[in-house]
């Protein structure tokens, strides 16, 4: 396993343990972490703090050639608004967990030449299908679904 | 002027007496402002609180129903970012105070049938060009251009 997905499986065991969805990610950017974060729906009450938007908010402020050499892990394909985050910043590279319990918007990724890569981790598979039995009401508040 | 996008301007302009990014917004639901923000980077060092995304987070946790039946006002066109933030909740009608001094991504709301007006306020416009002679990398870093 890579150690940064197992970075980012840890934010979503985190994220678990603290009772909420377990999506998990981290920004990497010259093999260093520079930023990590876990969904925050429940532990918040937020609607935007999805797992790569917690890893953007804690990043903090970085100059635009950082993001331009960064890739972001994380453990679910990105939604739309995940997704429009990453193209905002322009990360050119995207490791995803799994795209087989929801799958976002990877072809708007491919679209403007991020580069993506589905791990199809079973790890990922298994926390998310869990969740999803258990709370399926919280997993649809968070895609928009409910 | 529409009162919702005068509070929409109210949120921009209490964003710049805080030395923050002019730009506000609010999201209305059956009449009611239900979450209203402003641009954070500066006063929280955020890169994702941009105004729209203040006004989501604002409102909080809301039903997929809600979002479904809401409007979002903003100051200026929104970036990718806050456009997947508007089609992950499916937000149906989009009103924009103006796109002079940045053109966000509206033809992908377009493309996704939201609703998008552009009123081309000369309030907002002032705002952004303001700031923008006075604080360009600050501008810069919130479009991810610096």
Known sequence: MDIFMQAA??????????GGIPIGSVIVHQGKIIGRGHNRRVQSGSPILHGEMDAFENAGRQPAKVYRDSVIYTTLSPCSMCTGAILLYEIPKVVIGENHTFQGQEQLLKDNGVEVTVVQDQQCIGLMEEFI?????LWHEDIGTD
Chains 1, 2 share one sequence.
């Open 133 to 137: 039995r258990l709370h399926p009401e």
């Open 9 to 18: 499986i840890d934010e979503a065991k985190k994220g678990k343990a603290e």
